[in-house]
């Protein structure tokens, strides 16, 4: 495979290097995608019905593309530098008028704009501005005629579908807009998404490994964040909620699962993956990068989203003293949890060719939980749920594996602090 075409540094552009990690503008894009999830989890908790769940799917699918675009966008140039800030500032705009517009993403709202019209303009706004921040990179950089193709053929036909699904009502039933809005929107999400499918045939590269491992790991951390301002605010229908035990206790409970999600991805898997991207280059990288961080964490974020979605419901219950836990929230807690967990083995099989066992044996147990959850009390179906993370995180610490990754990132973090100590006692 011939070397990518090599990006002049200007005072438009700087390209990324090797060692480049993340920049605060980028970390002050991801502030807006807090409010994203957290509108996500208040558009399915009012109606848990299907269309209204898938609905919530499709969104977060869509959010997830219009942050990782950006991210690629940054791991080819500096996004603090020349064009690139007017660039993000702009996607950020258009980002966060999706999100306002994220209730009424498929259904209009009676004396508001047409809530899908602005939904799909915010949208196709955020990745023409992509779009175009590529091409200007592209074309500075020298380029071939696939990655052009990659850049403008696919948002194109997305466009495309998307504007039929606008115009549904006025070529389909009534009663049968909402579901051909969401397989429009699904449709055009696949078209997107297959891109990555030709990146490693259209000598793309990824120049940081640590750029692209770090950003991965901020927004899984800004899903969580949305976890615990959701289990904050509590259920939608309470002005306050009442400072009882019930509700301090499954609060705490609620803290503790985040807690464990936390150390399941971050004590070493995501460590582990970032040190195996470094050590693969070229078109091996480039698939890895794409499995593992575009598709896969799209799966944890997902987890983490209906996660969130579960506690403020399970709160609801408690506050007003439900009891058992219903069925549908019982599905949608240990559910999201189990989608964590089945996406965070299929991260390790991905990167280390090897099955994790003990993650999948966890997922089977709380998938079987859900049912007997439904008939329990609130808090004790979150504590049998807490207690079932809380014990996949404690095996999973004293495993030879961890030991050898966490010995590893020890000396890296020795050698780098050793190497910047260096520097400033020569330059500053």
Same mark, same amino acid.
């Given at each position: 495979?011939?070397?990518?075409?090599?990006?002049?540094?200007?005072?438009?552009?700087?390209p990324?290097?090797?060692?480049?990690?993340?920049?605060?503008?980028?970390?002050?894009?991801?502030?807006?995608?807090?409010?994203a999830f957290?509108?996500?989890?208040?558009?399915v908790?009012?109606?848990?019905?299907?269309?209204?769940?898938?609905?919530?799917?499709?969104?977060?699918?869509?959010?997830?593309?219009?942050?990782?675009?950006?991210?690629?966008?940054?791991?080819v140039?500096?996004?603090?530098?020349?064009?690139?800030?007017?660039?993000?500032?702009?996607?950020?705009?258009?980002?966060?008028?999706?999100?306002?517009?994220?209730? &009424?993403?498929?259904?209009?709202?009676?004396?508001?704009?047409?809530?899908?019209?602005?939904?799909?303009?915010?949208?196709?706004?955020?990745?023409?501005?992509?779009?175009?921040?590529?091409?200007?990179?592209?074309t500075?950089?020298?380029?071939?005629?696939? &990655?052009? =193709?990659?850049?403008?053929?696919?948002?194109?036909?997305?466009?495309?579908?998307?504007?039929?699904?606008?115009?549904?009502?006025?070529?389909?039933?009534?009663?049968?807009v909402?579901?051909?809005?969401?397989?429009?929107?699904t449709?055009?999400?696949?078209?997107?998404y297959?891109v990555?499918?030709?990146?490693?045939?259209?000598?793309?590269?990824?120049?940081?490994?640590?750029?692209?491992?770090?950003?991965?790991?901020?927004?899984?951390?800004? =899903?969580?964040?949305?976890?615990?301002?959701?289990?904050?605010i509590?259920?939608?229908?309470?002005?306050?909620?009442?400072?009882?035990?019930?509700v301090?206790?499954?609060?705490?409970?609620g803290i503790?699962?985040?807690?464990?999600?936390?150390?399941?991805h971050?004590d070493?898997?995501?460590?582990?993956?970032?040190?195996?991207?470094?050590?693969?280059?070229?078109?091996?990288?480039?698939?890895?990068?794409?499995?593992?961080?575009?598709?896969?964490?799209?799966?944890?974020?997902?987890?983490?989203?209906?996660?969130?979605?579960?506690?403020?419901?399970?709160?609801?219950?408690?506050?007003?003293?439900?009891?058992?836990l219903?069925?549908?929230?019982?599905?949608?807690l240990h559910?999201?949890?189990?989608?964590y967990?089945?996406?965070?083995?299929?991260?390790?099989?991905? =990167?280390?060719?090897?099955?994790s066992?003990?993650t999948?044996?966890?997922?089977?147990?709380? =998938?079987?939980?859900?049912?007997?959850?439904?008939?329990a009390?609130?808090?004790?179906?979150?504590?049998?749920?807490?207690?079932a993370?809380?014990?996949?995180?404690?095996?999973?610490?004293?495993?030879?594996?961890?030991?050898?990754?966490?010995a590893?990132?020890?000396?890296?973090?020795?050698?780098?602090?050793?190497?910047?100590?260096?520097?400033r006692?020569?330059?500053?």
């Open positions: 495979m011939s070397s990518p075409p090599r990006l002049r540094r200007s005072r438009w552009l700087i990324v290097a090797p060692g480049s990690r993340v920049t605060r503008l980028e970390l002050f894009y991801d502030l807006i995608f807090v409010f957290l509108n996500v989890t208040g558009l908790a009012r109606d848990l019905a299907a269309s209204q769940v898938a609905a919530g799917m499709v969104v977060v699918a869509l959010l997830w593309w219009c942050w990782t675009g950006f991210v690629a966008l940054g791991n140039v500096r996004a603090d530098h020349g064009v690139l800030p007017v660039l993000g500032f702009g996607i950020m705009a258009a980002v966060f008028v999706l999100a306002i517009a994220i209730p &009424q993403a498929f259904v209009d709202q009676p004396d508001d704009l047409p809530g899908p019209l602005v939904f799909a303009t915010s949208y196709l706004i955020v990745r023409a501005l992509t779009s175009a921040g590529f091409l200007f990179v592209l500075r950089a020298g380029h071939t005629r696939v &990655q052009l =193709a990659a850049v403008t053929v696919p948002p194109v036909l997305a466009a495309v579908l998307i504007g039929l699904s606008v115009a549904a009502p006025r070529w389909v039933a009534a009663d049968a909402l579901e051909t809005r969401l397989v429009l929107w449709a055009a999400l696949l078209v997107e297959s990555g499918l030709f990146l490693p045939y259209a000598h793309w590269s990824l120049p940081s490994a640590g750029h692209w491992a770090e950003r991965h790991g901020l927004i899984v951390l800004v =899903a969580l964040g949305e976890v615990v301002i959701s289990l904050g509590g259920p939608g229908r309470f002005d306050r909620l009442a400072l009882t035990t019930r301090i206790t499954a609060s705490v409970l503790a699962l985040v807690a464990a999600l936390w150390w399941l971050f070493s898997l995501a460590a582990g993956v970032e040190q195996i991207l470094h050590g693969v280059r070229d078109r091996v990288r480039v698939p890895l990068a794409r499995d593992v961080y575009t598709y896969l964490h799209l799966l944890t974020i997902l987890g983490v989203v209906t996660t969130a979605l579960g506690l403020k419901l399970l709160l609801e219950a408690v506050a007003m003293r439900h009891s058992p219903s069925g549908p929230v019982s599905a949608v559910g999201g949890v189990v989608i967990l089945g996406s965070q083995a299929a991260i390790a099989r991905r =990167a280390f060719r090897r099955t066992r003990s999948l044996v966890a997922a089977v147990l709380i =998938a079987a939980l859900t049912v007997p959850g439904a008939h009390a609130p808090l004790a179906a979150l504590t049998t749920l807490v207690v993370c809380g014990v996949l995180a404690v095996f999973q610490r004293m495993t030879g594996e961890r030991r050898r990754i966490k590893s990132l020890r000396r890296e973090e020795h050698a780098v602090e050793e190497a910047v100590s260096a520097w006692k020569e330059y500053l």
